[in-house]
């Protein structure tokens, strides 16, 4: 055990760069198709994470919704089961089996005893090839969609992520929920459902990731035995078009009597591939990425209490980068928050970042890393995240020297690119006083 | 979203423990240790839990208990305000701190090498924190706001609020965690301070670490650190009890801020510690009855009469006299909550005197006590389960005992207690009710 005493608070940090090496393996299961496993036996638990590159952002016109009724259904009634004996079957088991989808994939989360592998991958695979979509689940769920799809025009979050992405995404696929739209839900039939897995669920778009008590050979088992059979040809294929959208500098107001106003602001953002990637990373740490001494956090709530939560992160769609971050104040304050706000990302922009604070980033965000390693459903995502990013699995050995590379100059250059007055919007949802010059939305 | 540091907490689901073995050791001065060592990865979940929640607040200065959790990161004789979360972050650790009816926790995520430095602040503002006039007012707006996004803009959050406060008529979990508004606005620095020094002591803490630690070495820290610390006199907390209640109760809230309406009933019920078996056995029933995917309260509602999207129940048996045994239903579109509650009351009858089938029991408390094998799956999960059932007058042996208890409960325990349930008089109706803008 290591001794401290107070006053070597500020000068004794150790970096654990060694603890990021995750002991992976590749097991190649079908052709030049690999998942990426970890073989940790501490629990008899098996969590396997799994993604079909398709979501909602390839939802046709008028079937906006498809991607997603799709997913909502597989669990309720597949192959001779019933919704209601599926549903039993997986509780009774304690398997935690989901389907879910974002704007550019369809994911799978499995999360099971080992002692029920089998069974967790023979009700996962009726669900993925022979669900039933009965009529009457589907009208059920159908109507749960359409009475969240409701509230997008009453609960003020709601309100504030549809018109986000409307001013964000007009006119491209990212532009509606993923849950679809209101007026289409009801126009989706069996046949699209069905469609939608035949096209979409494909050996040629899929990642797989495990992590818990299941090793190479019984993992390739599984894998051979139910995922073989997506390797389909001659499928329709759909693609999401590149968004090139330029931010105007405005300030969009909905209207609505709230105690408090909800703020949203973005602007440009970087691709995971770019060279400045960490760069703005860890500028983003340091600006409003949580942290309880972030520069948003401490202006903002530190300093004058104007907030409970202020906050930015950079958000990547595979076809659209943005930077983005939002805070909730009384309505009075509103001008205030977000003169402040504009303050904060223009002093980056101007100055860069104090040599302490860029080291206290680091220190930060090399040092809590292993915390996101301590269950296997954590790592199960870090090993499907990190593959679709298109990422090697000598990530885990590099990632902290990336962090440790990036200097002062380097932040300098890539706020000075992305954090640019002329390229943000803000959007408020509330009932503010003294804002000046909005357009209302 | 994405940034909550200070979070208050209402319900936290029970989980099982049969897996865990924890140890146990009480300095002199009364602060009990538990460990429970998971070596996956070199890392700690370290926590200490005050017994003082917002059912300790004096009569009109609601909004203390969680007031102080924030004020407890604004500096102490040693450190600035802020500091303490820098040094956090700095060594790389993540942090928060709750606030329940019940009980206040710290706890930090960090490397095991960090324990020492950790345990040192942590001990260090148990007694030593110091505040000024202007850092008060300051969080004072910041706690207000943490007010208005959670609850004033948020309409089943305040149905929740008005529903507590009818649902208990004279125990103090009638006030909410965050406090009244007005409350809150007129709590001065000499009271907060009052309530920190009579609460926060030795003798009414518990420290939890989950992670890559042993015993010893924990003790070995702690008594150097919070061994010099006094313990205080601590009253044995004694809550006003809940009269007989002798009429249902009916709240209806229009909201402009919702799209979908909400059918809520809520009855009193034991916790726990009130009655034992009684509360076991509501733990098994509420997932029979009311698991939102296969209980028999959503394939009635949902799926036979067709009434309702959304059914479920949930039971929360932590805490000290009585809970609540919570109904939730959102209804199908043109189905009216009147409609909702007319049904759910004829039904309720039939349930009082329906027998039970033993072989779904079994399948119940399987589900049940498998909980306790995904429960281990962090470091986090294991702290919070130990920490907060402490907190609540559960024993060590009765929380790692909790999965053969579960097991014992019998086909007999739920017809004699469920019945006891559904007694209308001991019970608040809420309805959450869109209107147009």
Redesign the interface.
């Known amino acids: 055990?290591?001794?401290?005493f107070?006053t070597l608070?500020?000068l004794f940090?150790?970096n654990?760069n060694n603890?990021n090496a995750l002991d992976i393996k590749e097991v190649n299961y079908y052709q030049d198709k690999k998942a990426w496993l970890v073989n940790?036996k501490?629990?008899?638990?098996v969590a396997i994470k799994i993604a079909f590159k398709s979501g909602s952002g390839i939802d046709l016109k008028g079937k906006k919704g498809t991607a997603s009724l799709t997913a909502s259904l597989l669990d309720e009634g597949a192959g001779n089961y019933s919704s209601?004996e599926f549903?039993?079957k997986l509780?009774?088991n304690?398997i935690k089996l989901n389907f879910s989808v974002s704007q550019d994939n369809f994911y799978v989360n499995l999360?099971t005893?080992k002692e029920n592998l089998d069974l967790s991958f023979q009700l996962l695979d009726l669900a993925l090839t022979k669900p039933t979509f009965k009529l009457e689940e589907v009208n059920?769920i159908k109507?749960?969609i359409?009475?969240?799809l409701?509230?997008s025009?009453?609960?003020?979050?709601e309100i504030g992520s549809r018109l986000f992405r409307k001013i964000l995404f007009e006119g491209h696929p990212y532009e509606y929920d993923t849950l679809g739209v209101l007026e289409d839900i009801d126009k989706i039939n069996k046949e699209d459902l069905v469609n939608f897995l035949a096209n979409n669920l494909r050996l040629d778009n899929l990642y797989i990731a495990a992590s818990g008590d299941i090793n190479e050979f019984e993992l390739k088992k599984y894998l051979k035995k139910y995922f073989q059979k997506f390797d389909r040809k001659n499928q329709i294929t759909f693609d999401i078009p590149i968004h090139k959208k330029k931010i105007e500098p405005k300030v969009f107001l909905h209207k609505?009597?709230?105690?408090?106003s909800?703020i949203i602001f973005a602007g440009k953002g970087i691709a995971r591939d770019d060279p400045y990637f960490y760069p703005a990373y860890v500028m983003n740490y340091i600006l409003g990425g949580?942290?309880?001494?972030s520069k948003l956090?401490?202006e903002i709530?530190?300093?004058?209490?104007?907030?409970?939560?202020?906050?930015s992160?950079l958000y990547r769609y595979d076809k659209y980068n943005f930077f983005s971050g939002?805070a909730?104040?009384?309505n009075e304050n509103v001008h205030k928050v977000i003169k402040i706000i504009k303050e904060e990302l223009m002093k980056v922009k101007k100055k860069g970042v104090t040599e302490e604070e860029l080291k206290?980033a680091k220190?930060?965000l090399?040092?809590?890393?292993?915390?996101r390693?301590?269950?296997?459903?954590?790592i199960a995502s870090i090993l499907l995240n990190t593959q679709m990013d298109g990422l090697n699995i000598d990530f885990f050995e590099k990632r902290n020297d990336y962090i440790n590379s990036v200097s002062q100059e380097d932040i300098k250059k890539i706020a000075n690119r992305i954090l640019d007055e002329n390229q943000i919007f803000f959007l408020v949802i509330g009932n503010p006083s003294n804002l000046k010059n909005i357009n209302k939305i | 979203?994405?940034?909550?540091?200070f979070f208050i907490i209402i319900f936290f689901s029970k989980s099982a423990f049969a897996e865990f073995k924890p140890q146990q050791y009480i300095l002199e001065n009364g602060l009990e240790i538990i460990v429970l060592e998971n070596n996956?990865?070199?890392?700690i979940a370290n926590s200490i839990w005050y017994k003082v929640g917002s059912a300790d607040e004096p009569n009109g200065k609601s909004g203390i208990a969680h007031f102080l959790e924030h004020l407890m990161?604004k500096g102490t004789e040693?450190l600035e305000?802020?500091e303490f979360?820098?040094?956090v972050?700095?060594?790389?650790?993540?942090e928060n701190a709750f606030t329940s009816k019940n009980y206040t926790g710290y706890f930090q995520?960090?490397?095991k090498?960090?324990?020492?430095?950790i345990m040192?602040l942590e001990a260090d503002r148990m007694k030593n924190i110091k505040l000024i006039e202007k850092e008060f007012?300051?969080?004072?707006?910041?706690?207000?706001?943490?007010r208005?996004?959670r609850v004033?803009?948020n309409p089943s959050a305040l149905l929740s609020e008005q529903i507590n406060a009818a649902l208990y008529m004279n125990h103090p979990y009638r006030k909410p965690i965050i406090g009244w508004e007005h409350e809150i606005k007129n709590l001065s620095l000499d009271d907060v301070m009052k309530f920190y020094k009579k609460y926060y002591a030795p003798n009414n803490a518990i420290i939890v670490i989950c992670g890559d630690v042993n015993l010893d070495?924990v003790v070995k820290?702690a008594k150097k650190y919070f061994g010099p610390i006094k313990p205080s006199k601590m009253e044995k907390r004694a809550w006003t009890d809940e009269p007989t209640q002798h009429a249902p109760r009916k709240i209806t809230l229009n909201s402009?801020?919702?799209?979908?309406p909400v059918f809520e009933r809520h009855y009193l019920v034991p916790t726990y510690t009130k009655s034992k078996k009684e509360s076991l056995t509501l733990e098994v029933f509420s997932e029979i009855f009311g698991?939102s995917?296969?209980g028999m309260l959503f394939?009635e509602f949902?799926?036979n009469k067709?009434l309702a999207?959304?059914a479920s129940v949930y039971y929360h048996p932590d805490g000290f006299g009585h809970t609540s045994f919570a109904i939730n239903i959102?209804p199908?579109?043109n189905v009216s909550l009147e409609e909702i509650e007319i049904y759910l009351d004829e039904y309720l009858n039939k349930i009082k005197k329906k027998t039970f089938n033993k072989e779904e029991l079994q399948?119940i408390k399987?589900?049940l006590v498998?909980?306790t094998?995904?429960a281990?799956?962090?470091?986090?999960m294991g702290m919070r389960i130990f920490g907060s059932s402490l907190s609540t007058g559960y024993s060590l042996k009765e929380i790692t005992n909790w999965t053969n208890d579960i097991s014992k409960v019998s086909i007999d325990d739920i017809e004699t207690y469920v019945p006891n349930i559904f007694n209308k008089k001991k019970s608040v109706t809420g309805y959450l009710l869109?209107v147009k803008?």
């Not at chain 1, 025009?153 to 979050?157: A, G, I, L, Q």
């Not at chain 1, 949580?290 to 001494?293: E, W």
């Not at chain 2, 972050?89 to 993540?94: A, F, L, R, T, V």
Request: net charge positive.
């Open positions: 055990m290591k001794k401290f107070f608070f500020f940090f150790n654990f603890l940790d501490n629990l008899p638990i209601k549903k039993k509780a009774d304690s999360y005893l059920r109507s749960s359409k009475l969240i409701e509230e025009y009453k609960d003020p979050d609505k009597d709230l105690r408090q909800s949580g942290g309880f001494f956090t401490t709530r530190e300093k004058r209490g104007l907030v409970y939560s202020v906050y992160y939002g909730a104040t009384s206290n220190n930060y090399i040092n809590s890393y292993v915390l390693l301590d269950s296997n459903k954590k | 979203m994405r940034f909550f540091l996956r990865i070199p890392a990161f040693k305000p802020g979360s820098q040094i972050s700095i060594n790389g650790g993540k995520l960090i490397h090498s960090k324990l020492e430095l040192s007012e300051n969080e004072k707006t910041v706690v207000l706001e943490e208005y996004s004033d803009n070495d820290i402009k801020n919702t799209a979908i698991n995917s296969t394939d949902v799926k067709k999207t959304s959102i199908k579109k399948d399987k589900r498998n909980t094998i995904f281990q799956d962090s470091l986090y869109p803008e």
